[in-house]
């Protein structure tokens, strides 16, 4: 197991980037929520109430012409990104004017332009198009880096043992940020995995390079991302970024979470990140509640936006099949 | 008879064949403490112990490849997909494994494997948890494939399947879940491989599975105001196909559609059609209909997916094709 | 025009393609020092270096995923899978992501990824290494699935398949590697979704895929002695499929009889049947004969073997039926 | 990483049986190539010449009830499993009196009543019958294990991360047969895996237990098994071992080995697991001979019955389809 190196490259002002970054995805993720329990969206979704860290750190590590594949819990990484959020909350109406034009929706969330290369519903099945990714970077010897976020869940799938041994075995330009938030739905991590406590370990069935990371603590994200894309962008392989994180809310928006206890759930809200960045910058109340505020209205804008914007066309559901 | 819904009739099903048989387990993501994602499981775990009713990790290979090794070591192992869009990730245990081993052996292995899964459109699931595959299965010697469409029917080929020396992959639709319907007071096992007749009429056969048999009776209905008397069946389970039971309905009526959420484009009914055709060819006074999902995959924009998947109306239209109306 | 074999016509398009565009290279099991397990790729990691010809490990999921990757990162990759039994390990990258990310992305995304895989029966691989599952492809919106039984074709297919923005699953087979066939000197890329007329015929269409065109031949060559005269339509490409080429033939000859490898039973046959009794309905004097494998695995004596697949003698008796004799 | 107890529990006359057992397998297989290339027999094949100790040692550990499943490579474990070489020669001719009665070919060897759950043409495909088997055995608590072999690139496929993993998470009876011969056909293991030269560390991504062995030393092989089978047995959880071993031949019979050095070829002729045991035994030219002899004869019994078995009716090939 790497370290990292500890002197941060974050200044103060960054910090209060990444608190706007954070407190965006968190409001924007609770009026999903809500409009959701409204009844105004269609399918099903899942909020990352609690990783805004993680979504924040990483992405800021991130630059220009990087990539990344996503999950089924992807509003932070997309917003994180850069994806306008009138964008997202669009796509999560099934309109037009959404990032995947109505196509995708919450588990489908695309931007090519900024290097979103998907969120993906299936468990695992963004990893290898990383490593893809990683390797095409690799063959025209271009700076540029692959990026999976995956759960702890998705360490069981084959799918992420033979992504990660074929990164190794040729040095793609690969990181792999693991969120290991100890829930797979309602299935705890030592009910899912016998290494659950220290997810790290996956990296050692690979020779690969694996640093642990509180996920709570954006700026430590955000150095060991920087780190790692550094590494795999130099050529020198992949990483595993082993990201301790907590699930605020229920798996899918709705969950009862009948398998999960109140300690357990006191425990995730102890350890919210926007609360701990908010302490580290030592705010006081009103300069928190005009962050905040800027959030709230880019997130009711963003609402707005969706709600008034284009349905597709019925048949419109033929386009798009081939290229 | 009491009504119950699918959902119950499922969760009937599991727990009488566990109560019955010790040897009998479930293994599945969720289906524990959380009773599934669809809530299929709910109480077993309380019911039986966390032995039997079993939380695995995100392993859809290792769900079935599991199952399949129990089960030659005499269990009878019920074994779920959360979704049948992941049966994607088992097929190799599915399809080379488990549909094999008898026959690779010679006769020597028998594999008593239930594979549970569900899966269907209708509610923006999107194009990863909507998806409707039990063509693929038919197409595999060794299986035995089942779709039943009502609380009875699932409860009692679910019995049936868990009992059955073959491996069995068993579809449930997201839809049917709540849909309520009569079951018999006494869990009655009905036979893989028999057909059932869901409404008699004269003028032309419907062929529908799952959520379609219920789209084809409303269609059936809107059909009679129009004066022309439909047929409906249900061949509950697709392999083995009780051929006689849909031959034998087309030449009394002449006339046949068929019916599926899933693509047509190489789905069920292509199949159906072709049997069909062979076998009732001197009766058919008109052209096969097949209904079933345009050529797309499922849109997450609700009115992208209700364009895409088939409806009662779609069936209609294509019964008034098959009387020229 | 020079002769080639199948294999080298497979070769010379791979080969081609990688002169022409630094974007395309190729992955895969033992491709590279072996030259793949077949043979096919023989010499190309001499041409082109392990960069751009690679060993993966055993990893099918990984080897298509990779492919998505790099195809979605402006690559043309050309992945092999050694044996088309073991799609069924890959399916989830094909079915659920290379598939359907243009279609999820509403059109952002591009994946030109190949999948060459082979397979079939008739030298007793056994159960595992001789399926025949292009019909599961098909089902697939999405996917383009090519099917050549010539050497022409398939390096002209193949050279199309690999510039195709779309991704392709294209399939070869086992028996018609040593194959020879006249090709043009140059190389002329054949556009996907015409079917070629092998044959002409009046009194009955066999569609053929694969090497049951070859057996269809041999059998329209004996049927002639009997005054029979057949005509032999090769889709070559399953999808998008030629509709109107077969159902053009079949309404000049009023019969029809559909070949392949695959089991019978859900196979590609069926959805062509379904097509054809459809469009053709009154051009049609005899039920459609659907000729492919009977319904049991691959079994590993030669006597066996052969009694499941399909032979020109099938091929034969079948257009015996479809003209009454 | 586990260290296995060296008090050996393997006495003189042991070790001659196992010498027996390796020149059965041996000469069986050598015949087996000399007929296949005389185009006798159907399909195509593999044989395990050089990694016999494995076979032996492993199979002679385990007990009455145990189980196991196989690969393409299956003669040796098969026929070190006790299945009758008649029955093993006869179903590579595809006879009826073929342990799998002409249905299965060389890499579908099955022997329900030895326990053979079947050799497997997928890589990575018997592996999680295994632990399904061991979690039978572990429900019903059977004093019973399920064994599993197979080779160094099968550690890439997902089935095996997928097994390994459930097998570890629910202690299963489990025991992992490694057999690394460092080729995966006619890939090197460092062109397949990042950690070829050292596999145990696969076990490290499910705190398994791992033991690593000399493949061509069957005494070791014998005690390690012995070890891991009772490990198991106890209910104490799965166990990885990892053999080192040979691949004396080419990966099929008839395979011209283009990709391999002569160095390498040379480097596993010396490692020949019977010349060792010979050694070890201190056996005279004549004893060996006697051996040598009595395995042969055994052979070309098994050869006459096979070439005059009974062909399977063509339309027996619908039997056996469903149960
Ligand atoms: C292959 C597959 N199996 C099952 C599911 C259903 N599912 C959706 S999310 C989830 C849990 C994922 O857990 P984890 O990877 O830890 O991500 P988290 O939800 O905690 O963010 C499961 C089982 C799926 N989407 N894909
Ligand atoms: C899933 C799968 N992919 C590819 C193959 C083709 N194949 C047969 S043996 C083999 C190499 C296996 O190597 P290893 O596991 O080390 O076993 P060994 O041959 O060395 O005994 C391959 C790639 C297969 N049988 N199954
Ligand atoms: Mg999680
Ligand atoms: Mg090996």
Same mark, same amino acid.
């Given at each position: ?8 490259? +974050? ?16 409001? #924007? ?13 269609? /399918? ?13 750190? +990483? ?8 990539? #990344? ?98 990164? =190794? ?84 928006? /709705? ?69 | ?23 009998? #387990? ?59 869009? #992941? ?30 899964? =569900? ?11 909507? =998806? ?124 046949? +559609? ?8 190489? /789905? ?10 062979? =076998? ?46």
């Amino acid at each position: 197991m790497a370290k990292v190196e500890r002197e941060s490259t +974050v200044d103060e002002e960054t910090l209060r980037d990444f608190l706007r970054g954070m407190l965006l995805i968190r409001r #924007f993720e609770e009026k999903v929520e809500e409009r959701f329990r409204a009844g105004e969206l269609p /399918g099903f979704l899942h909020v990352a109430i609690g990783q805004e860290a993680v979504a924040v750190g +990483v992405c800021s590590a991130m630059e220009e012409g990087d990539v #990344f594949a996503s999950t089924h819990r992807a509003h932070g990484h997309t917003l994180a990104r850069g994806t306008p959020p009138n964008a997202v909350m669009a796509e999560l109406y099934g309109k037009v004017e959404g990032c995947s034009h109505g196509y995708g929706g919450s588990m489908h969330l695309y931007d090519l332009e900024r290097g979103n290369y998907g969120a993906n519903a299936v468990i695992g099945g963004g990893l290898p198009a990383v490593v893809g990714a990683g390797l095409a970077f690799k063959l025209r010897d271009e700076p540029r880096v692959a990026v999976a976020f995956f759960g702890d869940g998705a360490t069981n799938i084959g799918t992420f043992h033979e992504s990660l041994n074929l990164a =190794q075995l040729w040095k793609t330009k690969t990181v792999f940020v693991c969120e290991n938030n100890h829930w797979a739905e309602s299935t705890p991590g030592w009910q899912h995995s016998p290494v659950w406590d220290d997810m790290s370990k996956r990296a050692l069935a690979y020779d690969m390079r694996a640093v642990k990371v509180d996920g709570q603590d954006v700026e430590a994200v955000h150095e060991a991302a920087r780190e790692a894309l550094e590494h795999a962008r130099a050529g020198d392989g992949p990483v595993f970024l082993d990201v301790e994180t907590y699930r605020m809310h229920g798996h899918y928006i /709705g969950d009862p979470q009948v398998y999960r206890s109140k300690d357990d759930r006191q425990e995730a809200a102890d350890h919210d990140p926007i609360s701990r960045l908010r302490e580290r910058l030592g705010l006081s109340d009103d300069e928190f509640e005009s962050f905040d505020a800027d959030a709230q209205r880019v997130v009711d804008e963003a609402l707005r936006f969706a709600q008034s914007a284009t349905d597709p066309k019925p048949e419109d559901a033929l386009e798009n099949v081939y290229a | 008879m009491p009504d119950v819904t699918y959902r119950e009739a499922v969760r009937d099903a599991l727990g009488a064949a566990m109560r019955a048989d010790e040897s009998v #387990f479930i293994m599945g993501e969720d289906i524990a403490e959380m009773g599934g994602s669809m809530g299929v499981t709910q109480g077993l775990l309380d019911e039986f112990g966390p032995e039997r009713v079993r939380n695995t990790p995100i392993s859809e290979m290792a769900i079935v490849g599991t199952g399949i090794g129990a089960a030659m070591a005499g269990m009878r192992p019920v074994v779920e997909i959360m979704y049948e869009d #992941f049966l994607t990730l088992s097929l190799e245990q599915i399809v080379n494994q488990a549909a094999k081993h008898r026959y690779m052996s010679g006769g020597q292995v028998t594999v008593p494997l239930t594979i549970r899964t =569900q899966g269907g459109a209708g509610w923006s699931p999107g194009a990863q948890h909507a =998806q409707q595959l039990e063509a693929w299965l038919v197409h595999i010697p060794g299986l035995k494939v089942v779709y039943p469409s009502t609380p009875e029917d699932v409860r009692g080929l679910l019995w049936t399947s868990i009992y059955d020396d073959n491996p069995v992959v068993f579809f449930e639709h997201r839809l049917l879940y709540p849909v309520k319907g009569p079951v018999p007071e006494e869990l009655e096992p009905i036979p893989l491989g028999k057909a059932r007749v869901v409404r008699e009429g004269t003028d032309v056969t419907v062929v529908a599975i799952g959520p379609l048999v219920h789209r084809a009776l409303e269609a059936a209905t809107k059909a009679e105001e129009e004066g022309i008397s439909v047929e409906v069946v249900d061949p509950r389970t697709l392999q083995p196909l009780d051929e006689s039971a849909l031959v034998e309905s087309v030449k009394k009526t002449n006339r046949a +559609v068929v019916a599926h959420e899933a693509v047509t484009r190489m /789905g069920f009914g292509a199949e159906v059609a072709a049997v069909l055709q062979y =076998q009732a060819f001197d009766y058919l006074d008109a052209p096969i209909e097949r209904v079933g999902a345009k050529f797309a995959p499922l849109a997450f924009a609700p009115v992208m997916e209700q364009y895409v998947v088939p409806h009662a109306e779609d069936v209609l239209a294509a019964i008034k094709r098959t009387v020229g109306k």
